[in-house]
Structure formats: structure tokens, C-alpha cells
């Protein structure tokens, strides 16, 4: 990794950048700090674990504490940007070689005005890839497999035929809509009913039900970074307690045994729709949803852009001495052909969940602390700061990482993650424990 890690700081030095992550949360930028200490997050909402940060010299700006909890309540990254007081920020250090979630040409343009470069290839191809319908036409293209699928009009969705062909129950969905979001399994026409209520879009993709375990992979579409991707992850999904939403992806998982068997299988369309991609005119990472189905694994999405496993898996990557692939992906932004190093320990068992607030309304951030909690079966127990995987040092502890008293919760949106070392993720004893106490302290 000290290879890459030095290739990367010379090529900072010579554009005179410095390396940085915006995400919504601390927590969602947090990760390539471990590899790369010089990186500064950005960040709208504020969490205990901005304080532990700073404490261990990592640059965090987080734009609550200059505009106040109101002001950043349902913001977005665009607008974390846009501030004045992220000018004001900026204006203070060297320009920004930035990476961010969801990268928009708007973003890109706000990114400019700050005097920073967007780490970020082709947001217009990257918006393109993700959109569901046309990722018919991408799969085909890359040669992936697939489930049986067709894109219809809202009006001409045929329960009838197309259950009568794939069986029931289908799972129908809007162009975008990410964890979950606009993706309705469909039994009957109740539900079907329910669904075009719901759903805006002149046209869905309606596709069968493949029976299985769902997991992602993910990957960087760049020169010289054939190869450069994290090994796949079980995806926690439809844990009731975790999400609103039914098809919610709440979680990841590595250390997966049922996943052993088909990582090169995996890796092979993960290469594909990489080339496909880049072919595309996208340049950068991009995660990839599979069900692993009785035939094998099965492609579901691509989202060509940073996704909600990447900051855990960027912890446990560094834990295995690898080179991240948001290291990969920095390297490929700045111009440098690098091919990924081999070297390194497997990845370690690790995981994480994401705590969605289940209520239809908005509501403060919960009073129950960010940090370590021993998983004791009469109730978790805060045992320290933390904001880190390495912060763990027992098998049944976890970190919680939550926004600050306070700061807003969106209905049905995430507000906080829980770490574990192990591959239990959900089903690991007291977990649930945890999230119950801090759902309890939210509604006191």
C-alpha cells in the first residue's frame, strides 16, 4: 500500500491538492483518512464521531456547527457545496481533490465554484448507467446474467402473463431509487394498485423474483485499474427493525462462506460491466447488487458511483494492509496509471448495519451517544469513544455511530450505522438490543 500511498501524495503535491471526502454524515466520508491522514471530510450533519475525529487530527468540516441544525435539516451534498461557509472553509486550505457521493454535473460546477476538482468520471454517463430501465440494455451489453425482466408502461403492466410466465411474486420498479426506494414486490393487484399510487414513472422495469441471497461487489471503471475492486458482501436487506421500506437494503456483510465459491465467477462480471461501463464513458467506482440465485449469481443493478458499504469496506481493506479502492480511485482522478497491488491479508470478517427511521414524519437525532457498546444481554453498555473498526477490541462489542442530539431525522432515511468485526451483521446476539435502545432514547 505504501507504494500507491506515496504515488498518490506526489501527484497531490505536484497539482497542489488535497485530498478530500463530502458525504451526508462523518461517518459516510470517514475511511481513505486511515490510508491517506491528510484527507479532510466534509460533512452536513453532525455526530459524536466528528469530535473523536478531530481528536486524532483528521480535518472535518461540518457545515451544522457553522449554519445550525435547521439550516442543514434535509439538505443535500450539492448544498454542503454551496454554503457560504464551505467557501469560507476552503478559501482557508489548498484546493480540493474531492470525491463524493452520487456526483452530478451540478455537484461538479459547485466542486468548481469552491475552487476544488470533483474526483468523479462522467457524472451524465454515471446518471445514465444507473437509471434501472436502461441497465436492461447495459447488462445485455455486458453479457451478464440476469433475471428475466422487461421494461413496460405504468399502464401495461400485465400481472397476468408475465406471472403466468416467471411466477409470483414480481418485483416491479422506478427508474431511480437507491436502498430500496421505488422497488415494490408485486403478489396480486392489490399490490400492484398500491404501487402505481405510488409510483410516478411513465415506465417500469417489471422483473421475476430470483430466490436468494442478495450481495454487492464493488469495483473502479479506470486505466490501469483492471482488477482494483473489494471483495463481494452479503447485503443485509428487509430487516423490518432496520428499515421502512420491503425490499430495503439496511446492511453488509463480509466474511460470507456461501460467497467463497463464486468470487472469481463474480469478479468475471464485475470485469465485464466495468468494461461496458467504461465504454459508456463512466470512469470511477461503481458497486454492483446480485442475488445469488440456484443457478449461480444473478446481476440486478450497477450504481456507478460510491455506495453506503464503501466506508466500511475501506476500513477493512486497510486492516488487510491493502491499498483501498477509494485510494485506486483518487490515483485514476489525479492522472496516475497504477495498477492495484496484490499484496495484503484476506479481508477480515466485518459488518455493518443502517438504521433507517421507521416513522412516516420528521423527528429530532436520538439521545443515545455515538461510540462503543458491549453487546450485554441485559442491555448494550457504553464502554468509550470510537469512530473506527479498530475502536472494537472484543467480539461482542460495537460501534455505534449516530447523529447529535439535535440534528434532524428524515422519515424513512438513515440516521445511524453500527459496526461489528464479524460477519453476523443482524443476527449477531444484542444488536438488536442496541438499535431498540436507541430507537427508545429517540422517543423519549
Known amino acids: ?52 475525529l478531530r481528536s486524532r ?112 411474486p414480481l418485483v416491479v420498479q422506478g427508474p431511480r431509487g437507491n436502498a430500496g426506494q421505488r422497488t415494490w414486490p408485486v403478489r396480486d393487484g392489490r399490490d400492484l394498485e398500491r404501487l402505481l399510487a405510488l409510483e410516478p414513472a ?90 445469488l440465485g440456484p443457478g449461480g449469481p444473478v446481476v440486478i443493478e450497477v450504481n456507478p458511483r460510491m455506495v453506503a458499504s464503501l466506508p466500511v469496506a475501506t476500513q477493512l481493506e486497510v486492516l488487510a494492509g491493502r491499498p483501498p479502492l477509494l485510494l485506486h480511485a483518487l490515483a485514476a482522478g489525479l492522472g496516475l496509471v497504477a495498477p492495484p497491488a496484490a499484496q495484503g491479508e484476506p479481508m477480515p470478517d466485518g459488518s455493518q448495519l443502517i438504521v433507517h427511521e421507521l416513522a412516516r414524519r420528521p423527528g429530532p437525532a436520538p439521545g443515545l451517544a455515538s461510540g462503543v457498546y458491549r453487546l450485554d444481554p441485559a442491555g448494550p453498555r457504553r464502554a468509550r469513544d470510537g469512530a473506527w473498526l479498530t475502536d472494537l477490541q472484543a467480539g461482542d462489542e460495537a460501534l455505534l455511530v449516530t447523529r447529535s442530539p439535535g440534528e434532524a431525522v428524515s422519515p424513512g432515511r438513515e440516521f445511524a450505522r453500527v459496526y461489528l468485526r464479524s460477519a453476523a451483521a443482524e443476527n449477531t446476539p444484542g444488536v438488536r438490543a442496541l438499535v431498540d435502545a436507541l430507537r427508545a432514547a429517540d422517543a423519549a
Open 1 to 52: 500500500m505504501s507504494a500507491l500511498v506515496e504515488a498518490v501524495r506526489a501527484a497531490l503535491r505536484a497539482s497542489g491538492r488535497r485530498p478530500a471526502v463530502a458525504a451526508h454524515d462523518a461517518w459516510g466520508a470517514s475511511g481513505l483518512e486511515l490510508a491517506l491522514p491528510e484527507t479532510a471530510l466534509l460533512c452536513l450533519q453532525r455526530s459524536g464521531v466528528v469530535d473523536v
Open 57 to 168: 487530527g483528521v480535518d472535518v468540516f461540518c457545515l451544522s456547527e457553522e449554519a445550525g441544525p435547521d439550516a442543514v435539516a434535509g439538505a443535500s451534498t450539492l448544498e454542503l457545496l454551496q454554503h457560504e461557509a464551505t467557501r469560507a472553509w476552503c478559501a482557508a486550505r489548498p484546493p480540493l481533490a474531492l470525491l463524493a457521493f452520487k456526483p452530478t454535473e451540478r455537484l461538479q460546477a459547485a466542486a468548481a465554484g469552491l475552487g476544488a476538482t470533483l474526483v468523479a468520471g462522467a457524472p451524465a454517463a454515471a446518471r445514465a448507467a444507473e437509471n434501472k430501465l436502461a441497465f436492461v440494455d447495459l447488462a445485455q451489453a455486458a453479457g451478464v446474467p440476469t433475471p428475466r425482466w422487461e421494461v413496460v408502461p405504468r399502464e401495461a403492466v400485465d400481472l397476468e402473463r408475465l406471472g403466468g410466465e416467471w411466477g409470483l
Open 202 to 291: 411513465p415506465r417500469l422495469r417489471v422483473a421475476e423474483w430470483v430466490e436468494g441471497m442478495p450481495f454487492t461487489a464493488t469495483a473502479l471503471s479506470a486505466p490501469g485499474a483492471a482488477g482494483a475492486a473489494i471483495p463481494p458482501c452479503r447485503q443485509v436487506t428487509s430487516v423490518t427493525w432496520l428499515t421502512p421500506e420491503p425490499l430495503g437494503s439496511c446492511g453488509n456483510a463480509w466474511g460470507e462462506p456461501r460467497l467463497r465459491a463464486v468470487e472469481a465467477d463474480v469478479a468475471r462480471q464485475v470485469a465485464a460491466l466495468a468494461d461496458e461501463l467504461a465504454r459508456r464513458g463512466y470512469e470511477g467506482v461503481f458497486g454492483v447488487d446480485f442475488v
